[in-house]
């Protein structure tokens, strides 16, 4: 696989000199990988050049393409996007001449700049073609524009990392059950699958009676398992099937699966636990984000999430300061997608409200030699969105049997204010539920949760308005009469 060594290794060295990566290299590269797999059943050795995968660097080499990296996109956003060159006009800051310790003078790009005017972010130099939108369940939805040569880049990094992380070979078939409205995400996932050589089929978010049906079918295809492989969707979508899985009592052999992808909600530690259960497939949750594609993080054995540096700069950074974040402290994702990975919507310092805590000590795992945070916490939306984090309230109510899948859950403040325990709103399947609230109630203070109390509901309009969930976008179809 001589041709296949060769572009990886110009793929290397593209990283370190920060020469600008042609698409149509990154294409080749996928399908050289597709290729090697063919023909040996596995990656080649040298698959450890690959995006993500890249063996420890010499932290000067880091630090000195870091800042190669900052300069050039900054740069890039202040000559050719309005709100930067505005910005840069103010700061009296001379891109060009940026070094890592000017990075702080740059103002945080909060998510509002973004949603208000995505033009703005657009470079002048670009050819937009395509307005992904994501969900929007924490409000209005965020337009993010993407050239062809983005998407062709974040559909080889999709490809390679479907090949390598997921495992995925041509005998498998991936069911992609997530809102049909998010292009983006459906467009990567079917062509990473379908270049991989995988069967693809797009179910959106049906009524799980009938996701469960179809995940169950025989597929009865030439080269292809029995049945569908391998799930992608999003943690409230997957509560609600693991619900209706336990509830009809379909037991894992009724299944196919091998593989759950989980993506952009919290998957808490009790719904992944049941998820493998159900369904008899180990379930993983990276992390991406349409506005910062195509960097990301992957996590690891030890339970962090490792960002990976070559595609962007990560910060974590208090919420309200702007203030680095002290390691074992909480504090948001703030994200700078590097060119020339990026040239079309560019974004510096962009707050994306994602919470995650800083390991206290540095970490001692396989992917140490990447940065790390915890796994995302939740969103942030105001102190009492740190005081108890999504994931806490996930990992203590969603371990119950009575509390329906996907848990309806609100934080109101509790009788010592805004800085004090916070008060949780929990819908349960019938009350009055003595014995499950005893039990929430000794397991939140062993798990030393800031919370004051819990009010446990039956009637969900009685309740304090709960989150939007990405399972809450259903899709109907003519299959659902007569089903819930
Ligand atoms: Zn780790």
């Given at each position: 696989m001589f041709?296949?060594?060769?572009?990886?290794?110009?793929?290397a060295?593209?990283i370190?000199?920060?020469?600008?990566?042609?698409?149509?290299?990154?294409?080749?590269l996928?399908?050289?990988?597709?290729?090697?797999?063919?023909?040996?059943?596995e990656?080649?050795?040298d698959?450890?050049?690959?995006?993500?995968?890249?063996?420890?660097?010499?932290p000067?080499?880091r630090?000195?393409?870091?800042?190669r990296?900052?300069?050039?996109?900054?740069?890039?956003?202040?000559?050719?996007?309005?709100?930067?060159?505005?910005?840069?006009?103010?700061l009296?800051?001379?891109?060009?001449?940026?070094?890592?310790?000017?990075?702080?003078?740059?103002?945080?790009?909060?998510?509002?700049a973004?949603?208000?005017?995505?033009?703005?972010?657009v470079?002048?130099?670009?050819?937009?073609?395509?307005?992904?939108?994501?969900?929007?369940?924490?409000?209005?939805?965020?337009?993010?524009?993407?050239?062809?040569?983005?998407?062709?880049?974040?559909?080889?990094?999709?490809t390679?990392?479907?090949?390598?992380?997921?495992?995925?070979?041509?005998?498998?078939?991936?069911?992609?059950a997530?809102?049909s409205?998010?292009?983006?995400?459906?467009?990567?996932?079917?062509?990473?699958?379908?270049?991989?050589?995988?069967?693809?089929v797009?179910?959106?978010?049906?009524?799980?009676?009938?996701?469960?049906?179809?995940l169950?079918?025989?597929l009865?295809?030439?080269?292809?398992?029995?049945?569908?492989t391998?799930?992608?969707?999003?943690?409230s979508?997957?509560?609600?099937?693991v619900?209706?899985?336990?509830?009809?009592?379909?037991?894992?052999g009724?299944?196919?699966?091998?593989s759950?992808?989980?993506?952009?909600?919290?998957?808490?530690?009790?719904?992944r636990?049941?998820a493998?259960?159900?369904?008899?497939?180990?379930?993983?949750?990276?992390?991406?984000?349409?506005?910062?594609?195509?960097?990301?993080?992957t996590?690891?054995?030890?339970?962090?999430?490792?960002?990976?540096?070559?595609?962007?700069?990560?910060?974590?950074?208090?919420?309200?300061?702007w203030?680095?974040?002290?390691?074992?402290?909480?504090?948001?994702?703030?994200?700078?997608?590097?060119?020339?990975?990026?040239?079309?919507?560019l974004?510096?310092?962009?707050?994306?409200?994602?919470?995650?805590?800083?390991?206290?000590?540095?970490?001692?795992?396989e992917?140490?030699h990447?940065?790390?945070?915890?796994?995302?916490l939740?969103?942030?939306?105001?102190?009492?969105?740190a005081?108890?984090?999504?994931?806490?309230?996930?990992?203590?109510?969603?371990?119950?049997?009575?509390?329906?899948?996907p848990?309806?859950?609100?934080?109101?403040?509790?009788?010592?204010?805004?800085?004090?325990?916070?008060?949780?709103?929990l819908?349960?399947?019938?009350?009055?539920a003595?014995?499950?609230?005893?039990?929430?109630?000794?397991?939140?203070?062993?798990?030393?949760?800031?919370?004051a109390?819990?009010?446990?509901?039956?009637?969900?309009?009685?309740?304090?308005?709960?989150?939007?969930?990405?399972?809450?976008?259903?899709?109907?179809?003519?299959?659902?009469?007569?089903?819930r």
């Amino acid at each position: 696989m001589f041709a296949t060594a060769l572009s990886q290794l110009r793929y290397a060295a593209a990283i370190l000199t920060n020469r600008r990566i042609r698409p149509k290299d990154l294409e080749r590269l996928a399908r050289d990988l597709v290729a090697t797999i063919a023909e040996f059943g596995e990656p080649g050795e040298d698959s450890a050049l690959l995006p993500g995968r890249s063996a420890p660097v010499d932290p000067t080499v880091r630090r000195e393409v870091a800042r190669r990296s900052l300069r050039a996109t900054a740069t890039t956003a202040a000559r050719h996007t309005a709100h930067y060159r505005r910005q840069f006009d103010q700061l009296d800051l001379d891109p060009t001449q940026l070094e890592p310790e000017d990075w702080p003078r740059i103002p945080v790009t909060p998510k509002q700049a973004l949603r208000a005017l995505p033009a703005a972010f657009v470079s002048d130099t670009a050819t937009p073609a395509l307005m992904a939108l994501t969900t929007g369940t924490s409000g209005t939805p965020t337009a993010v524009w993407f050239s062809r040569a983005e998407l062709e880049c974040a559909i080889a990094f999709s490809t390679i990392s479907a090949v390598l992380g997921l495992g995925l070979r041509p005998r498998h078939t991936v069911a992609y059950a997530g809102c049909s409205r998010a292009t983006l995400p459906l467009v990567n996932a079917e062509e990473s699958a379908t270049r991989a050589g995988a069967g693809f089929v797009q179910f959106g978010t049906l009524t799980p009676a009938v996701a469960l049906d179809r995940l169950a079918a025989p597929l009865g295809l030439p080269g292809k398992d029995p049945q569908i492989t391998h799930l992608t969707t999003s943690a409230s979508y997957l509560a609600a099937l693991v619900q209706e899985a336990e509830h009809h009592h379909w037991q894992p052999g009724d299944f196919g699966l091998t593989s759950i992808s989980v993506g952009g909600e919290v998957l808490s530690a009790p719904l992944r636990r049941r998820a493998e259960a159900a369904f008899g497939a180990a379930a993983t949750s990276a992390y991406l984000m349409t506005e910062i594609l195509p960097a990301g993080a992957t996590p690891c054995a030890h339970g962090h999430l490792h960002h990976t540096p070559e595609f962007g700069h990560l910060e974590v950074l208090d919420p309200l300061t702007w203030q680095p974040t002290a390691p074992g402290a909480t504090g948001t994702i703030v994200h700078t997608p590097y060119v020339p990975y990026r040239d079309c919507t560019l974004l510096l310092r962009y707050a994306t409200g994602d919470l995650v805590r800083l390991p206290a000590e540095p970490p001692t795992c396989e992917l140490a030699h990447l940065p790390a945070t915890s796994e995302i916490l939740g969103r942030w939306n105001g102190p009492l969105s740190a005081t108890v984090t999504t994931r806490e309230i996930l990992d203590l109510v969603e371990a119950e049997p009575h509390v329906p899948l996907p848990a309806r859950h609100a934080l109101t403040e509790g009788p010592d204010g805004p800085e004090g325990p916070a008060r949780l709103h929990l819908l349960v399947d019938r009350l009055p539920a003595t014995a499950l609230r005893a039990r929430l109630e000794e397991r939140a203070h062993t798990a030393g949760l800031r919370l004051a109390d819990i009010a446990l509901y039956e009637d969900r309009a009685a309740m304090p308005p709960t989150t939007p969930l990405r399972a809450d976008l259903r899709e109907h179809t003519f299959e659902t009469s007569g089903r819930r």
